[in-house]
T-cell receptor
Framework: DAKTTQPTSMDCAEGRAANLPCNHS???????VYWYRQIHSQGPQYIIH???NNETNEMASLIITEDRKSSTLILPHATLRDTAVYYC????????????FGKGTRLHILP | EAGVTQFPSHSVIEKGQTVTLRCDPI?????LYWYRRVMGKEIKFLLH????????ESGMPNNRFLAERTGGTYSTLKVQPAELEDSGVYFC???????????????FGEGSRLTVL
């Protein structure tokens, strides 16, 4: 079972920052937070991951609270192409275990 | 560099027939995963190969599903005989083996859509 809780859906205006929250209150010390997304019927796409420090890459930023019980994925300038289902996943570090998808957040970018 | 490729992109078969889906992982990726998404449901894990060995097949729904990865390169997923409830999109993913405490992200293919009539 997924160990995260996300809102079912969110809207964001094009050009604005999209902030997607995730609760993972039972996360263990050796578990990373991963974010993936699925655009329409395409295959899931990796976005970013982190352990406890904030992370940034060319796609997004990941803000993890100090107690690591929640995080926020930030898409700084959302475009229509960012409309997708976003999945927050916790996964043990240092192992090749499967990732478990929950229901995710359906993000609608509005023109 | 080529990504994960899956074939066929779409297959339509009748109940009781056999279908074989193929996945070619990214070169050098020893981990290969199969997932399935049935319409309206979440993406579900099926199984995980490390090279040619089945590391975790806890998600395989029943013995009508057979996955192989001979030689540790490409993988096939055979459904025999297919049932209506097998319809969905089958995704394959691959990743590098983790070392030194680092985690590796999974790279997914575009999926094979299976329709059983």
């Amino acid at each position: 079972d997924a160990k995260t809780t996300q809102p079912t859906s969110m809207d964001c205006a094009e050009g604005r920052a999209a902030n997607l929250p995730c609760n993972h209150s039972t996360i263990s010390g050796n578990e990373y937070v991963y974010w993936y997304r699925q655009i329409h019927s395409q295959g899931p796409q990796y976005i970013i991951h982190g352990l406890k420090n904030n992370e940034t890459n060319e796609m997004a930023s990941l803000i993890i609270t100090e107690d690591r019980k929640s995080s926020t994925l930030i898409l700084p300038h959302a475009t229509l192409r960012d409309t997708a289902v976003y999945y927050c996943i916790v996964r043990v570090a240092g192992r090749d275990d499967k990732i478990i998808f929950g229901k995710g957040t359906r993000l609608h970018i509005l023109p | 560099e080529a990504g994960v490729t899956q074939f066929p992109s779409h297959s339509v078969i009748e109940k009781g027939q056999t279908v074989t889906l193929r996945c070619d992982p990214i070169s050098g990726h020893d981990n290969l995963y199969w997932y399935r998404r049935v319409m309206g449901k979440e993406i579900k894990f099926l199984l995980h190969f490390v090279k040619e060995s089945k590391q975790d097949e806890s998600g395989m729904p029943n013995n009508r599903f057979l996955a192989e990865r001979t030689g540790g390169t490409y993988s096939t997923l055979k459904v025999q005989p297919a049932e209506l409830e097998d319809s969905g999109v089958y995704f394959c993913a691959s990743s590098q083996v983790v070392n030194r405490g680092l985690t590796g992200e999974l790279f997914f293919g575009e999926g094979s859509r299976l329709t059983v009539l």
